[in-house]
């Protein structure tokens, strides 16, 4: 990809929330393809609003931008998990801890990048301290279930409820069964059904309790210590 210091770019040309070319085929020419889906244009524009080239510069708006290239790498007609990785990758480097999650499972599946787990973990260990509950969960799984190491439940724990502070349905199911079970935690039926109802607001009700009684059976997202 070309360097965000070489990229020249016609930004009055487009709108931020759709970097699409505005007024494509006019006689004037654009250099950017006239697609509202393409994913180099999106890239380009990413790129100008990193490096402030000709508009005010938003690393937040630009991340958003590169992460919407990379889901189109990798959901169109002919996916790119290399280019989708390249998005991902600028996005992440921005400081986006939903961009560097994503990263992780690129890494853990070998998709677009070589397998490289112990990557995968850094990565999501940088996302869960910038904020991503996602990231924070999938820790958790990890620390919980001894994946690539030692089972750790004091550090589970701790990620579990940094996620579940953010509002992550899963976390916050996993957490109340945990104070259900008084499993890694002092038993607290109270705490444990305020987790539940919290989870439940969230989300649908009937898949909540579906998501718990697979939980309590131990096939659900995550196998149980």
Do not use: W
């Not at 380009?44 to 937040?60: H, I």
């Not at 677009?112 to 990231?135: F, M, S």
Request: hydrophobic share 35%; with cysteine.
């Amino acid at each position: 990809m070309k360097s965000e210091d070489n990229m020249i770019v016609n930004h009055s040309r487009f709108n931020p929330d759709n970097p699409a070319p505005q007024n494509a085929g006019s006689a004037s020419g654009s250099l950017f393809p006239a697609a509202p889906q393409d994913p180099e244009s999106v890239a380009a524009f990413a790129a100008a609003l990193a490096a402030g080239n000709g508009m005010p510069r938003d690393r937040t708006k630009a991340a958003g931008m590169y992460k919407k290239a990379a889901r189109i790498y990798s959901e169109g007609e002919n996916p790119d998990p290399a280019k989708a990785f390249e998005m991902y990758d600028a996005a992440a480097n921005l400081g986006d801890g939903e961009a560097g999650e994503k990263l992780a499972g690129m890494y853990e599946r070998g998709e677009g990048v070589p397998k490289d787990k112990n990557r995968a973990v850094e990565l999501l260990q940088k996302a869960a301290a910038e904020g991503n509950p996602g990231a924070a969960f999938r820790l958790a799984c990890k620390y919980d279930c001894g994946d690539g190491g030692k089972i750790d439940g004091k550090t589970a724990e701790k990620y579990f409820r940094q996620a579940a502070d953010k509002g992550h349905i899963c976390s916050l199911v996993v957490l109340s069964l945990m104070y259900e079970c008084g499993d890694g935690v002092t038993r607290d039926r109270p705490k444990s059904a305020e987790l539940f109802r919290k989870a439940a607001a969230l989300g649908d009700v009937g898949e909540v309790e579906a998501l718990a009684e697979r939980e309590r059976k131990g096939d659900g997202i995550m196998l149980r210590r």
